[in-house]
């Protein structure tokens, strides 16, 4: 009895044709046999005719044999293949959760709730008695910890704006945490009490499909930021300025209000855009994707958080000490934008209208280099997520 299919209806059975190769259809009375009809069932989803441009062109019933064989081959390889994939994830939670406790145990150490001693061991490997003169200090935990680990990140450091130092020095933990089918991840920063704003905890999550393991690039699917809650005056994401403009024809001088981005790393928990960060400019009368120059393009955001989920999480003493692979020299950097700076701000002279004097009200100022989002559309106000 023939085999249905999976929409309960039986596949039309393959039958010879004068030329010795199987077309579908019905077969005519007697010439249907059992292993006709198990070959039509597994086919009923082949295509048989090869893309050739010939309507009688069709696969020979051997090649056609040997299809079927290479599904069945297919059909293994992807049981398998699902296998190791629930076998690996299973190893995936069985390390994250003997990791966690290390991890918990830098963070304490690093805001100071427990301390840690490193034994010292002499020439036989015995260990020394600690000495007593060893000096002591009021000091708790390792003081800008992660705000030092990022800065030494070449890529992390571009996110950073001058004004960002004290809100970061308050970091004091960033953990990592994965969905159930590891189909996505979330970051959350952790910050003390400060004078920025209210957030104890600012988040970040992705999700992607089929899921982090899998072998090709996966989707990213969606992604999703804290609001960050400012306190008055205090916006690290950008700088209102007052600018007095005098009437050209002598008439009453006014002022006005205008918001200006800054370079912050704190633009990475607002919605990145659509674009391409390396595309070219727009062409004149087309709409730009960003909503200011420092807004953060789909893939950079991506990137940003894959790096604190590989590098910066897993090994973060080492991008603090400068041990890590990737790490920078402050000075020679800080050198390199000062005069980056210089060259701007020379240039922004040449372009000052006389007419107009700029008198900054905002307690933030920021870099007015090249921001990590690339070129885009300053001025307008930016998306960093406010309340």
Not at 104 to 115: F, H, L
Not at 230 to 245: G, M, R, Y
Request: glycine share 8%; aromatic share 8%.
């Amino acid at each position: 009895m023939a085999e249905k299919g999976k929409d309960g209806t039986t596949p039309a059975p393959f039958t010879f044709n004068s030329t010795g190769t199987f077309s579908v259809g019905a077969a005519p009375a007697g010439q249907g046999d059992l292993a006709t009809e198990a070959l039509s069932n597994k086919t009923a989803n082949l295509s048989l005719a090869p893309k050739s441009g010939e309507e009688d062109d069709e696969f020979p019933a051997e090649i056609i044999n040997r299809l079927v064989g290479l599904k069945q081959l297919q059909e293994e390889y992807d049981t398998l293949e699902e296998q190791y994939k629930a076998e690996r994830i299973a190893l995936e939670k069985k390390y994250f959760d003997l990791r966690s406790p290390l991890l918990n145990k830098r963070a304490e150490v690093v805001v100071g709730k427990i301390d840690v001693t490193v034994e010292k061991l002499d020439a036989e490997g015995q260990a020394e008695a600690p000495s007593s003169s060893s000096s002591s200090s009021d000091v708790k935990g390792v003081p800008g910890f992660w705000l030092q680990a990022i800065a030494n990140h070449p890529t992390l450091s571009n996110l950073l704006g001058e004004q960002d130092g004290p809100a970061l020095e308050a970091l004091t933990d960033i953990k990592l945490e994965y969905t159930e089918d590891y189909s996505g991840f979330k970051l959350s920063f952790h910050f003390a009490p400060n004078d920025y704003f209210t957030n104890e905890i600012l988040t970040k999550s992705y999700t992607v499909s089929p899921d982090l393991l899998d072998d090709t690039a996966p989707a990213l699917t969606s992604v999703d930021g804290t609001e960050i809650v400012w306190k008055d005056k205090k916006n690290l994401c950008q700088t209102e300025t007052k600018k007095k403009q005098k009437s050209k024809k002598g008439g009453q001088t006014r002022y006005v209000t205008q918001v200006v981005p800054n370079r912050s790393f704190f633009h990475y928990f607002a919605d990145p855009h659509m674009g391409d960060d390396d595309e070219e400019e727009e062409e004149e009368g087309q709409e730009s994707l960003k909503t200011h120059e420092f807004q953060l393009s789909v893939d950079a955001d991506y990137e940003i958080g894959h790096t604190f989920r590989s590098e910066i999480i897993p090994a973060a003493v080492l991008w603090f000490t400068g041990e890590a692979d990737g790490g920078i020299d402050l000075e020679d950097d800080e050198d390199g934008e000062d005069d980056e700076d210089g060259e701007e701000d020379d240039e922004d002279g040449e372009d000052e209208d006389p007419a107009e004097e700029s008198e900054e009200v905002g307690e933030h100022s920021g870099k007015p280099n090249k921001g990590a989002g690339g070129a885009g559309a300053a001025g307008e106000q930016p998306e960093c997520k406010q309340s």
